[in-house]
T-cell receptor
Framework: EPEVTQTPSHQVTQMGQEVILRCVPI?????FYWYRQILGQKVEFLVS????????KSEIFDDQFSVERPDGSNFTLKIRSTKLEDSAMYFC??????????????FGPGTRLTVL | GNSVTQMEGPVTLSEEAFLTINCTYT??????LFWYVQYPGEGLQLLLK?????DKGSNKGFEATYRKETTSFHLEKGSVQVSDSAVYFC??????????????FGKGTKLSVIP
């Protein structure tokens, strides 16, 4: 069964460093998403991406964040200068192209980011 | 804005007990409703969904009915198993423009089932 994969599973970084979180969406999906979950809190929407551009972003997704689809398979989230409060689990998701398929988002296992 | 409220956990039940996890929502439009499950060390998996009022989603013995009049989507299972131990998330999905659908999640409810 096709699945969304994410690497690394756990990333530890120093405050102020840049991190790139990687995702490989399901191969025939065209809509991509990032969500995050700070420990003990709810899962929050960050950004959606379609046709090589951002469709929508939340207030959390400020200038420190960027997304990219550098090739036909990867979808990345970059945090330019990490802050302590960026420590969270980051989930990538993808959805299909038909009307019904866009309703269902398939999630990866997440990357736990720890900023020290 | 849109929001989802689900009962606080953790919930601890004995095997074969009846499970209810309450979920209510507020939304600016007509959402689709979902329950996702997260097993230890794994990602979010879709458990069940309902796209319109009075629809019942079901999977693996779990059920939830979309109640528009009470804006609720409570999760139930008649007889839980140890393997059901996980965190359960209620979520709503609304079209947010430019072909993008945005999920809004509740905080999650941790369920532990003991033998």
């Amino acid at each position: 069964e096709p699945e969304v994969t994410q690497t690394p599973s756990h990333q530890v970084t120093q405050m102020g460093q840049e991190v790139i979180l990687r995702c490989v969406p399901i191969s025939n999906h065209l809509y991509f998403y990032w969500y995050r979950q700070i420990l003990g809190q709810k899962v929050e929407f960050l950004v959606s991406f379609y046709n090589n551009e951002i469709s929508e972003k939340s207030e959390i997704f400020d200038d420190q964040f960027s997304v990219e689809r550098p090739d036909g398979s990867n979808f990345t989230l970059k945090i330019r200068s990490t802050k302590l409060e960026d420590s969270a689990m980051y989930f990538c998701a993808s959805s299909g192209t038909s009307e019904g398929m866009r309703n269902e988002q398939f999630f990866g296992p997440g990357t736990r980011l720890t900023v020290l | 804005g849109n929001s989802v409220t689900q009962m606080e956990g953790p919930v601890t039940l004995s095997e074969e007990a009846f499970l209810t996890i309450n979920c209510t929502y507020t939304a600016t439009g007509y959402p689709s409703l979902f329950w996702y499950v997260q097993y230890p060390g794994e990602g979010l998996q879709l458990l069940l969904k309902a796209t319109k009022a009075d629809d019942k989603g079901s999977n693996k013995g779990f059920e939830a009915t979309y109640r528009k009049e009470t804006t609720s989507f409570h999760l139930e299972k008649g007889s839980v198993q140890v393997s059901d131990s996980a965190v359960y998330f209620c979520a709503l999905l609304l079209y947010s423009g430019a072909g993008s659908y945005q999920l809004t999640f509740g905080k999650g409810t941790k369920l532990s089932v003991i033998p």
